[in-house]
């Protein structure tokens, strides 16, 4: 399988990616599909397919603001963008866009 190609800015860390073409199989219908986190800007994108195992639901993309605590990453707020789609094409575009936008500190 391959890995849906991104754009990541410098200062970007891929925490989790499981976020692969192939059409949506039921491995993939996961809530954990991928965590990327800036911590200069202290934002965390997450994605995901919601409802989890339904071929009925969508992936959904989160950025949040988090805080940190003890233990690397602490509380989550906001969320302070989202966005949903079916189309694997146009996660890949607007979570580009997120990062685009977190790196220049316009989100």
Same mark, same amino acid.
């Given at each position: 399988? !391959?890995?849906?190609?991104? @754009?990541?800015? =410098? +200062?970007?860390?891929?925490?989790? &990616?499981? /976020?692969?073409?192939?059409?949506?199989?039921?491995?993939?219908? #996961?809530? &954990?599909?991928?965590?990327?986190? &800036?911590?200069?800007?202290?934002?965390?994108?997450?994605?995901?397919?919601?409802? *989890?195992?339904?071929? #009925? +639901?969508?992936?959904?993309?989160?950025? *949040? !603001?988090?805080?940190? +605590?003890?233990?690397?990453?602490?509380?989550? =707020? +906001?969320?302070? *963008?989202? /966005? @949903? =789609?079916?189309d694997i094409h146009s996660i890949q575009e607007k979570i &580009?866009?997120?990062? *685009? !936008?977190? =790196?220049?500190?316009?989100?």
């Amino acid at each position: 399988m !391959e890995l849906v190609p991104l @754009k990541i800015p =410098s +200062g970007w860390q891929v925490d989790w &990616n499981k /976020f692969f073409y192939g059409g949506i199989l039921e491995h993939d219908l #996961s809530e &954990n599909l991928l965590i990327l986190i &800036n911590q200069t800007y202290h934002r965390i994108i997450d994605l995901g397919w919601y409802p *989890a195992s339904k071929p #009925s +639901g969508e992936y959904c993309i989160v950025v *949040a !603001e988090f805080s940190e +605590g003890v233990h690397g990453l602490g509380y989550w =707020s +906001g969320p302070l *963008a989202y /966005f @949903k =789609s079916k189309d694997i094409h146009s996660i890949q575009e607007k979570i &580009n866009e997120f990062m *685009a !936008e977190i =790196s220049v500190g316009r989100l």
